[in-house]
């Protein structure tokens, strides 16, 4: 292991195969953190458009159908394909033949340096905001 900027971490800890010093991780874990807390707070934001278009439509629901509708369910099966993507992906990856097959089905190198990269984060955020605009529909219907 090198010496950089302090303790150093083994290769392959957390998310990537490099050296990354406890101000890395942390800063890291921090930005992770903001952006859970980002996906949530605009998950509420969906279910607070959701909520007040069918408090101006008269629609009135029960505490069952608030909690089992149509949206939570969608959204729950959005968290869960997510949780069983992330752990498949660091089941796969654990190996080095899976790392390599990761790495060889990647399109992120390719289609980032065709369209660049700062259009491949505005295509992030746009396939995002479809997620979202989908589950707000999928709220909406009876």
Do not use: C
Request: glycine share 12%; no cysteine; charged share 25%.
């Amino acid at each position: 292991m090198s010496k950089n900027k302090g303790k150093q971490f083994l290769e392959g800890d957390l998310l990537g195969s490099q050296h990354m010093t406890e101000q890395d991780e942390e800063k890291l874990q921090r930005s992770l953190t903001n952006r859970h807390i980002q996906m949530i707070a605009i998950g509420g934001a969906i279910k607070g458009l959701v909520d007040n278009k069918k408090k101006k439509a008269n629609i009135v629901t029960s505490p069952e159908e608030d909690e089992l509708g149509k949206g939570s369910l969608f959204a729950t099966g959005l968290v869960a394909g997510g949780a069983v993507a992330g752990v498949i992906i660091a089941f796969v990856s654990g190996s080095e033949s899976g790392d390599k097959f990761l790495k060889a089905i990647s399109m992120e190198e390719s289609i980032s340096s065709g369209i660049g990269v700062n259009l491949y984060y505005l295509l992030g955020v746009l396939f995002f905001a479809l997620m979202g605009w989908i589950l707000y529909r999928t709220a909406l219907k009876k």
